[in-house]
């Protein structure tokens, strides 16, 4: 009984893990649409770095 408790939060755990990991990418790649977005808007792109 002991093991299933631990094995399930485990299981939750990896879950919230991998929810955080795609959070941060799905963020990084907005960034970097709204930066690209932004540069391309500004009559001269700036130094690109």
């Known amino acids: 009984m002991e093991y299933t408790v631990h094995t ?3 299981l939750q755990r990896l879950s919230w893990l991998r929810s955080q990991f795609i959070f941060s990418r799905l963020i990084r790649l907005l960034l ?5 977005l932004a540069s391309r808007a ?5 130094s690109v770095a």
Do not use: L, M, N
């Open 42 to 46: 500004t009559p001269q792109g700036r």
């Open 8 to 10: 399930i939060q485990g």
């Open 32 to 36: 970097k649409g709204a930066i690209a």
